[in-house]
Nanobody, 122 residues
Framework: QVQLVESGGGLVQAGGSLRLSCTVS????????MNWYRRTPGKQRDRRDQ??????????NYADSVKGRFAISRDNANDTVYLQMNSLKPEDTAVYYC?????????????WGQGTQVTVSS
């Protein structure tokens, strides 16, 4: 099993920065990619949109809405993934979830953290 614990959320003014952390424990070798998702207020309760991802080889990808402002990184020595968020906007307000995606023969298996709230005030 894989356990994920996020931290670093909070309240920040527009234009400010936050850094989210995700500590991974358990069978981290299962995580082919690590991702950050977010659930935005007013959207479907079970809908989570991918914000950023990083592969075990270090390749990254970002949602268009955060390109140039957010950066995902991983510290393999400490089994931690980070999301540096700069130039935050009110529309970035959401619950952010850390995700581990394991590639299996039939598809993907996903592991999730409990989420951390990020609120950006205007």
């Amino acid at each position: 099993q894989v356990q994920l614990v996020e931290s670093g959320g909070g309240l920040v003014q527009a234009g400010g920065s936050l850094r989210l952390s995700c500590t991974v424990s358990g069978a981290i070798f299962r995580c082919n990619t690590m991702n950050w998702y977010r659930r935005t207020p007013g959207k479907q309760r079970d809908r989570r949109d991918q914000v950023a991802g990083i592969t075990s080889g270090g390749s990254t990808n970002y949602a268009d809405s955060v390109k140039g402002r957010f950066a995902i990184s991983r510290d393999n020595a400490n089994d931690t993934v980070y999301l540096q968020m700069n130039s935050l906007k009110p529309e970035d307000t959401a619950v952010y979830y850390c995700n581990c995606a394991e590639i299996l023969g039939w598809g993907h298996k996903h592991y999730w953290g409990q989420g951390t709230q990020v609120t950006v005030s205007s």
